[in-house]
């Protein structure tokens, strides 16, 4: 698929109140020789920016031959600030920059991220998907952050930013100078964005029905493990599990495991899923 038959799904009410642009900020990294592999658009959850995928993950799939780009939805690492950002925004974000890559794109979404790929599915035709470690919302993955940092996840419900911890989002095998040097470059997501996690209604079928993987560890303090499996039940397959790691895959200890897998998955040519 070219860029020019890259068509995305606009709904008329969209025509009528088309979301205000932004600048947006998109890391890459590309192989050495073209292999003619699909471009992968990573995605980053609330609080995040491209940097998160930078760290490691960008080189690392650009090593094996992906292209490999990174996007900080607005309001999120070095995009232009959006206080009043919505999960339709972060939509438009993802199928805006997804349009532009010279070829089909792989959507990969960490965290809040993932829910935010699920929306841009119904709207862009992505070649696959993957969610990582998928926050896709609602009151069973609010009372799981309520419970294991109270102090972080109340504030957020009267407005003011969602505060993870290290215990949530890194394993102990991850260097304490590592973890509070990413804790130190967490952001905050649009206001009503984190209401909608919450309340927001669910992502439309998504184009062509691209094959999706979800992976994730049961381990994970942001969501329990049953949230795994209803993610990858909404695709038809089980949940990939990597034991022992945080929320933040792509920045533990152990983040070629989960990024290897993702690529030999992509390396099979997944197909699209029938009927």
Not at 22 to 51: D, T
Not at 161 to 169: A, C, E, S, V
Not at 240 to 249: K, R
């Amino acid at each position: 698929m070219t860029a020019a038959e890259q068509v995305r799904v606009v709904r008329s009410w969209e025509w009528a109140r088309p979301e205000r642009p932004a600048r947006r900020e998109v890391l890459a990294a590309l192989p050495e020789r073209e292999e003619a592999k699909p471009p992968l658009l990573f995605v980053p959850g609330f609080g995040h920016g491209a940097w998160a995928f930078a760290e490691h993950w960008l080189g690392h799939a650009a090593g094996r031959g992906f292209p490999a780009y990174a996007l900080s939805l607005r309001g999120h690492g070095g995009s232009e600030p959006a206080p009043e950002a919505t999960l339709r925004s972060y939509t438009h974000d993802v199928t805006q920059v997804a349009a532009s890559l010279p070829r089909q794109a792989v959507l990969v979404g960490h965290g809040a991220g993932a829910r935010v790929v699920a929306h841009a599915m119904a709207r862009y035709p992505a070649r696959a998907a993957v969610l990582v470690a998928p926050v896709l919302g609602g009151w069973g993955t609010f009372g799981t952050a309520l419970r294991r940092n109270p102090v972080g996840t109340v504030p957020a419900v009267f407005g003011a930013g969602l505060r993870l911890n290290r215990r949530q989002l890194f394993s102990r095998e991850l260097p304490d100078a590592d973890a509070r040097r990413h804790l130190a470059r967490l952001g905050r997501a649009g206001r009503r964005a984190q209401w909608q996690l919450l309340t927001g209604r669910s992502p439309e079928p998504a184009v062509g029905r691209p094959p999706v993987l979800v992976l994730g560890s049961p381990d994970d303090r942001v969501l329990p493990a049953t949230a795994l499996t209803r993610a990858a039940r909404r695709y038809a397959s089980a949940p990939l599990l990597f034991p022992g790691m945080g929320h933040d895959l792509m920045l533990d200890a152990r983040w070629r495991e989960p990024i290897d897998a993702i690529l030999d998955w992509l390396d099979k040519d997944p197909a699209p899923a029938q009927g």
